[in-house]
């Protein structure tokens, strides 16, 4: 299986050049460590921060420098400060190419939980709603089942939604997959995990073919 920071990685891989990104809470936000040399992306954060760089080293830290998740960040140049109503009123206006979001659930109708599980305690969810409403790429990362190894990904969601018929693509720790037609379709497996242990970890229809390439890094 993969580690957080390998599913980041492969997020990475997912942007291109020229893209206007949000990075969600969580495995999404690794993602702006791993974004390949060769293209620019502009990372944006809807606490209000344009052109979000890095983690920061220790000497670089800056407290009031935060993403959504306020864990500290660095600026890229040319990057802009801002009130997070103009950060929304960019993501309601369709003007974010790409965005990253973690989930509880995911189902084959391309539905997404991701802000909510009844009697527990969660932080809320935050522009999770905005962001599958108007961003014109989501794709999820989460891990393939939860800590009970119960499947994440299912027939239909149990949890409340934060969003409708909206998620295409899904990176885990174990594979990469699409939402088409009614199921999840595998796209690519994790090094060393085989088709049928991705089968068995999944709670909604899965269509494989016979040979599914491994994860590159």
């Not at 990475?12 to 992306?41: C, H, M, R, W």
């Not at 400060?81 to 960019?90: K, P, V």
Request: aromatic share 6%; charged share 20%.
């Amino acid at each position: 299986m993969l580690s957080r920071e390998q599913i980041a990685m492969r997020v990475a891989q997912e942007f291109k050049d020229g893209d206007y990104v949000n990075l969600g809470i969580g495995i999404p936000t690794l993602a702006a460590s791993y974004v390949p040399d060769d293209i620019s992306v502009m990372l944006q954060s809807e606490n209000g921060l344009l052109g979000m760089g890095r983690y920061p080293t220790e000497s670089e830290v800056d407290a009031d420098m935060i993403n959504a998740g306020k864990e500290t960040v660095t600026a890229i140049t040319g990057a802009s400060i801002f009130s997070s109503a103009e950060s929304f009123a960019m993501i309601r206006g369709g003007h974010v190419d790409f965005t990253v979001l973690g989930a509880f659930e995911v189902d084959v109708s391309g539905n997404i939980a991701s802000w909510m599980i009844p009697g527990k305690l969660v932080k809320g969810m935050g522009g999770a709603m905005d962001l599958v409403a108007g961003a014109k790429n989501i794709i999820v990362t989460m891990t393939h089942t939860d800590k009970h190894g119960n499947p994440k990904l299912l027939g239909e969601c149990t949890l409340p939604l934060t969003g409708v018929n909206c998620i295409t693509r899904i990176i885990t720790d174990l594979a990469v997959l699409s939402v088409e037609n009614g199921a999840f379709v595998l796209q690519e497996r994790a090094p060393g995990v085989t088709i049928d242990e991705i089968k068995e970890k999944t709670g909604g229809k899965l269509v494989a073919p016979d040979s599914v390439p491994e994860m590159q890094f």
